[in-house]
């Protein structure tokens, strides 16, 4: 997912009740990986650490709470969405993240031509932008914050 | 080159076929690189293998899964077995189209499974965009089990 060769999914890092297994763990790539940047702050946005099974399962929900699925089509990243956003909801987005953006915006549309090999997700809306290819714990951010957003 | 699209008038591979031609002259070139018979071994199984996991998944694109990763050696008296299974009720108890007889007959095949000390639990969530028919319910239920019962 770091790298962008894999699509993003939600990972949860289940403890047990009263379990520091993953607080150790999370140690080792404070210490030993982001504070010799090796990795990005972003990066740990690919995860989370939960100490209830509720939680871990919320998160999984709310991942795909309006997000519903992304692909690439040619240098275009297509985000297919459960909802429409409102206007604001993407005015809100562009300033967020302008800084993936290659050129233009964060545009909400309809599928893409190169998409109707997906028929059953055909009538979704999406957000299309053209982002740099690096940086994608960024992208998880984008989604994130998009399922963070009210719908129109 | 355009000679593979023939061959998939029916199937997804239609809507693609120079993917098919990629790896068809890929396997071609591979006959040319003088590479040792090890590396040749371990690409004919990784293709092989990739292609075999992707087929048995193929049924199941329209739901959304959850893989459950743990140690196989997990004894099942620890806490952290109870959460892994907690977590999978509580994943098919959010499927708001399986239903919930479906859900509990599958759980029931997971609770059976434990007898394999097998701690990797799959659940299906609905896809939001497509409903399954019962056929593919069906379907579902049986790889939940060959999941469970390598």
């Known amino acids: 997912m770091q790298t962008g060769k894999a699509r993003i999914i939600p990972v949860v890092l289940l403890n047990r009740p009263r379990g520091n297994?993953?607080?150790?763990w999370m140690e080792f790539i404070t210490d030993r990986l982001l504070k010799r940047g090796l990795i990005s702050e972003e990066d740990l946005s690919f995860f989370k650490i939960t100490r209830t099974v509720r939680e871990g399962v919320a998160e999984i929900l709310h991942f795909y709470k309006i997000y519903h699925s992304a692909r690439w089509v040619g240098e275009r990243f297509v985000i297919r969405m459960n909802d429409r956003l409102p206007k604001n909801a993407i005015v809100d987005l562009n300033k967020q993240f302008a800084d993936i953006l290659r050129k233009g915006e964060i545009v909400q549309a309809t599928a893409l031509p190169q998409e109707k090999n997906e028929p059953a997700i055909w009538d979704l809306p999406r957000l299309i932008l053209t982002p740099f290819r690096n940086n994608f714990g960024r992208f998880r951010q984008l989604i994130d914050a998009i399922n963070s957003s009210s719908t129109a | 080159m355009r000679a593979c699209g023939n061959w998939f008038a029916i199937g997804d591979a239609s809507e693609s076929p120079e993917l098919i031609e990629e790896m068809i002259v890929t396997a071609l070139k591979i006959a040319r690189d003088h590479m040792s018979v090890a590396d040749l071994k371990l690409i004919n199984r990784?293709?092989?293998?990739m292609r075999n996991a992707a087929?048995?998944?193929a049924p199941f694109q329209h739901l959304r899964k959850v893989a459950v990763f743990g140690s196989a050696r997990t004894p099942v008296d620890l806490p952290v077995y109870d959460v892994a299974k907690e977590f999978a009720r509580e994943m098919v108890a959010h499927d708001s189209w399986w239903s919930p007889v479906a859900a509990m007959e599958s759980w029931e095949r997971r609770r059976r499974a434990q007898a394999a000390r097998t701690v990797s639990v799959l659940t299906f969530v609905s896809h939001p965009?497509?409903?399954?028919t019962i056929h593919q319910r069906r379907s579902q239920t049986d790889y939940a089990q060959l999941f469970?019962?390598?």
Do not use: A
Not at chain 1, 21 to 24: G, H, I, Q, R
Not at chain 2, 129 to 132: A, I, L, Y
């Open chain 2, 46 to 49: 990784s293709i092989k293998e």
């Open chain 2, 148 to 150: 469970l019962h390598p």
């Open chain 2, 129 to 132: 965009s497509s409903k399954p």
């Open chain 1, 21 to 24: 297994y993953w607080e150790l």
């Open chain 2, 55 to 57: 087929k048995v998944f």
